[in-house]
Nanobody
Framework: QLQLVESGGGLVQPGGSLRLSCAAS????????MGWYRQAPGKQRELVAT???????NYADSVKGRFTISRDNAKNTVYLQMNSLKPEDTAVYYC????????????WGQGTQVTVSS
C-alpha cells in the first residue's frame, strides 16, 4: 500500500511559477513510476508528466519546455516545477504512482488545486 500527499498548489498570476510536491509513504518508493495528471472543470483527467524509476521523463506537448518533473528517492518525493504558467494550466493536479513490478498497482493522491489568473 502506498499513500500519496500532494502540496504546493495555489493561486498564481499568468507567467508565474509554482512547485508541486508529492510525498509518498507506506511502500518502497523506488519501484514506482511517478506521474502528474490534471483535471480541469468539465474535462477529462490528462497526463502532464511522468518519470520512470530510472529517471526517464515524458511530458504532454502542452507543457514541454515549461514544466519539469523530478524525483528524490531518498525523500520519497516527486516534484513538478511549473514555470511560465498560463490560465489554461488551471486544474486540480493529481500525483500518480504505478508499481513497475507485479502486482502492477496504481495509486492516486487527493489532488491539489492550481489556479492561474490575474
Amino acid at each position: 500500500q502506498l499513500q500519496l500527499v500532494e502540496s504546493g498548489g495555489g493561486l498564481v498570476q499568468p507567467g508565474g511559477s509554482l512547485r508541486l510536491s508529492c510525498a509518498a509513504s507506506g511502500s518502497s518508493f523506488s519501484i514506482y513510476a511517478m506521474g502528474w495528471y490534471r483535471q480541469a472543470p468539465g474535462k477529462q483527467r490528462e497526463l502532464v508528466a511522468t518519470i520512470h524509476t530510472g529517471g526517464s521523463t515524458n511530458y504532454a506537448d502542452s507543457v514541454k519546455g515549461r514544466f519539469t518533473i523530478s524525483r528524490d528517492n531518498a525523500k520519497n518525493t516527486v516534484y513538478l516545477q511549473m514555470n511560465s504558467l498560463k490560465p489554461e494550466d488551471t486544474a486540480v493536479y493529481y500525483c500518480n504512482a504505478l508499481r513497475v513490478i507485479t502486482p502492477r498497482t496504481n495509486y492516486w493522491g487527493q489532488g491539489t488545486q492550481v489556479t492561474v489568473s490575474s
